[in-house]
């Protein structure tokens, strides 16, 4: 088997989890890391033993020629970053957001297809409560979906770094974890007609862990309100001042409910209310009757996010996570943003592919008494 070899374009801390995935691959090798102060590159090179470190990212595209790059340099990087490395002939994978505005978004989806190389977008939905809740979203058992909501929400980012600048984030919160409870709605919902939103800035003095303080000049504050096939509704809520992490997607039926929990504060990762009987442990929760614990299947580096792309490379097939669901997430966020700064609920225009087994009639109302 043909050994993939891997480069870094970041130095930062998020680059750690894919450096330390892919050492966990058969025939994968981490050979070389960028960051544009190559102390920072030469640091992370030493702790992984990655053999190359560059503060040149072309040169050490031309140099290495890796088969595939890691992108998690700052948002507003990503998107020139990706065209660069696809045009120079290799697969990538973005940490999210994808792109900081629809456009950019758009010109990598066409740079994906004119070059035939896979753009693997985050965030990564495919861990075993996301996986198994998908089974059991069935009329069998909940019903039609009457609706939906999605949220990630935490106190915000630690660090005093750009994340709080709009001139290298162009965007907070929305971007930053807004983007994690969109692509688990859209994944199961598929795609978003409309979306209306408000946004705004909450704190606009912020005191960090540690005693820091910042006066940030992005969104911390977000809802938004999507419109889905068959006029259902759901919501979305992205902010940076709970007191703790909230991380969640709940699928509303006729007959039943769907909890997936991706926070570990709750003792169930994945809660199935319904009406007819299903393997797994019956639990009592929240008073309601009818409620099952499933049981997750197992997850192997293999099913990681580095597995999944360094198998979508080795096969020639794109990922779930195409870079069409990455281009209709963006749009997504770049119109809730429009719709807080007008007033007016914006269309959404991007199609993709459901990769599930959804069944076709579960959003449609019109045939029969419910």
């Known amino acids: 088997m043909k050994t993939i070899k891997i480069a870094y374009l970041g130095a930062g801390e998020i680059s750690d989890r894919f450096i330390l995935m892919a050492q966990k691959l ?5 050979v070389a ?3 544009r102060h190559i102390e920072n590159a030469k640091k992370k090179a030493e702790k992984y033993n990655i053999p190359f470190h560059y503060d040149d990212y072309k040169e050490m595209l031309e140099e290495i020629k890796p088969d595939a790059v890691v992108i998690t340099t700052p ?3 990503h998107a020139k970053h990706a065209i660069d490395c696809m045009k120079a002939g290799c697969h990538v994978l973005v940490e999210k957001p994808v792109a900081t505005n629809f456009k950019d978004a758009k010109k990598m989806y066409e740079t994906s297809i004119k070059y035939k190389k896979i753009l693997n977008g985050l965030p990564f939905d495919l861990y075993p409560q996301f996986t198994a809740a998908l089974k059991y979203i069935k009329e069998k058992y909940i019903g039609k979906i009457t ?4 949220e990630l929400s935490f106190p915000g980012p630690p660090r005093l770094n750009w994340y709080y600048d709009k001139k290298i984030a162009h965007g907070g919160a929305m971007l930053d974890v807004g983007c994690y409870a969109l692509s688990r709605l859209i ?9 209306s939103a408000f946004s705004n800035m909450l704190i606009p003095k912020r005191l960090l862990p540690g005693g820091k303080k910042v006066k940030p000049s992005v ?7 999507l419109e889905f096939a068959g006029g259902v509704f759901a919501t979305v809520k992205a902010s940076w001042q709970h007191p703790f992490l909230e991380n969640r997607t709940i699928i509303y039926g006729r007959h039943g409910a769907i909890y997936i929990n991706f ?3 709750d003792e169930y990762p994945l809660i199935v209310h319904t009406k007819k009987k299903i393997p797994g442990k019956k639990i009592k929760w929240r008073n309601l009757p009818n409620c099952y614990l499933p049981k997750l299947p197992s997850f192997n580096p293999e099913d990681d996010i580095m597995g999944k792309f360094i198998s979508a490379i080795r096969n020639g097939k794109q990922p779930v996570y195409d870079a069409g669901q990455s281009l209709h997430i963006v749009e997504v966020m770049h119109k809730a943003y429009i719709s807080a700064k007008t007033g007016k609920i914006q269309k959404i225009t991007t199609p993709f592919r459901i990769w599930w087994n959804k069944e076709k009639e579960i959003q449609n109302f019109k045939e029969k008494y419910l």
Do not use: E, R
Request: no cysteine; charged share 20%.
């Open 26 to 30: 058969k025939d994968v090798q981490n």
């Open 187 to 195: 994944s199961i919902m598929g795609p978003v007609k409309k979306v």
């Open 263 to 265: 926070d570990n504060l």
């Open 219 to 225: 969104d911390d504050n977000n809802v938004l309100i």
């Open 147 to 150: 609706s939906a909501h999605s």
């Open 33 to 35: 890391i960028y960051s």
């Open 75 to 77: 948002h507003s990087l």
